[in-house]
């Protein structure tokens, strides 16, 4: 009798990399999954796997490189540019507010419309796990009380994920304001054949139980996502920024809300070396972190206050973007291994 040979697994490896140069280079390898421009100086290329992003970097930005395990497939389908390496998928759509249905424009629905084709794409390619979501919305707090962008974005989302999310299940994400004044939400995501496992901070409550004063939809995201387990994946991490609790705290210093959003790193590292006990109680140089910087004038300070804070060897960029309430001035996201 012959054993049971068990099924290939594909390997499940990515990879974040910050690189000067052309797109070109990394667009030629054959296991790079995307390549991300950041603001309206970064090249423009035509293959899926390109994707320039609406915010713009403190002084020259890096390009982002994700790689997954060759060979990578990629191409369009509709609204929608992807890439898969048989494991992994990287997805793209960017929609027009003004595009929805009898005339509709605004966020709710777009978000509403986005978040339905992106689940039915998933679905349809057989990656049905989405690991990593970044949301990129214009005037994000514009409107006031319940009217505001970022909380009829949260609707239409929850509702585009189909009504009643499963909290178990949702996805590390980044929801943060482009400040280029183009009434178009970008989403781009990381996806998966198999679960990653979702992760909460204790030092926050989660996003997905805010209270009602934030609006009547919390928002639907995990604090971070754990990899797939026997994976060369890092741990996701989702925007986070100097809330303890529900709660906004030193709404008058970028540089006491950098501290914040630091220490609520350092909680959620502790509660994922509790799962994962290899990966680093602190960030160093497999760490990648984007910076979101609210104020134009205040991108300088927290770049020189990061540099004291992390030195030299944590790769990061630093962006000019709003943070999705009117009093957090920085936020970070990124990866860590
Ligand atoms: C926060 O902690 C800050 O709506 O997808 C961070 C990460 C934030 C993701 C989202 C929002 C989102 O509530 C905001």
Known sequence: MSAVRPMPMPALHWSVDYLDGSPDDALALPDTLAVIGFGSRAPVRDDPRYLRVA???????????????????????????WAEDGALQ????????????????????????????????????????????WNYLDGITIGEGDEERYRQFCVGRARGLGGHVDTQTLPAATAIGRVDGARRLQVYWLAARVPGTPLENPRQISAYRYPRQYGPQPPSFARAMLPPVNSTMPLMLSGTAAIVGH??????????QLDETLANFDSLLAAARAQRPTLPAHFGPQSRLKVYVRNDDELEQVTRELDARLGPDVPRVVLHAAVCRRELRVEIDGVHA
């Open 55 to 81: 915010l713009e970097p403190h002084g020259t930005a890096p390009l982002e490189v994700w790689r997954g395990s060759g060979p990578v497939l990629r191409g369009r389908d509709g609204d929608v540019a």
């Open 90 to 133: 990287f997805g793209a759509i960017e929609l027009d507010e003004r595009d929805g249905e009898q005339g509709q424009s605004d966020i709710e629905s777009t978000a509403d419309r986005l978040y339905r084709r992106l689940l039915e794409f998933l679905e349809q390619r057989g990656y049905p796990h989405l690991l990593r979501v």
């Open 247 to 256: 709660e906004s705290q030193h709404a008058g210093s970028v540089v006491t």
